[in-house]
């Protein structure tokens, strides 16, 4: 299943052309900041299927060195990260997917940094910490 997604103001376009390897919901205090809310909810898919087309498109490196959040410069919107527990891997924020009604989350991982009035997902696994 291709998947296409862009920012709030449009300027970043991104389309994959693999099937989701990954859906989850990460509650780390990292995707907290960086989404201004309790959690992140996220789709994998093979990093070297992620195209990304726009010249606003930006990235900030988390200080541990692991992580590599990118967004669009010109509106703010958080589009996908590259960690390096999985650098196979894209992870792309489900918020900005043009089609994001099939998701279903299958794992919360960072439990033990989710705020305790963050409801859970009732079918997905839950992991205190994340992978790696």
């Known amino acids: 299943m291709p998947l ?5 103001c449009g300027a970043v376009t991104y389309r994959a052309d693999a099937d989701p390897v990954a859906q989850a919901v ?3 205090t ?3 900041r ?8 996220i789709v994998g898919v093979p990093r070297d299927a992620l195209h990304v087309d726009g010249d606003t498109l ?12 990118n967004f669009c410069s010109a509106c703010g919107s958080p589009l996908f990260s590259l960690s390096a527990v ?8 489900a918020g900005t997917l043009d089609d994001a009604s099939w998701l279903e989350p299958a794992v919360e ?4 940094s ?4 963050t409801p859970h997902f009732e079918s997905a696994a839950r992991l205190e910490q994340g992978p790696g």
């Open 86 to 93: 999985a650098p196979q891997l894209a992870f792309i924020k």
């Open 114 to 117: 989710a705020q305790p009035w």
């Open 34 to 41: 960086q989404t201004g809310t309790a959690y992140s909810v």
């Open 109 to 112: 991982v960072w439990t033990r």
């Open 58 to 69: 930006a990235s900030f490196t988390t200080n541990d060195g692991n992580t590599e959040r």
């Open 4 to 8: 296409s997604g862009h920012c709030l």
């Open 30 to 32: 990292d995707c907290q």
């Open 26 to 28: 990460c509650h780390c």
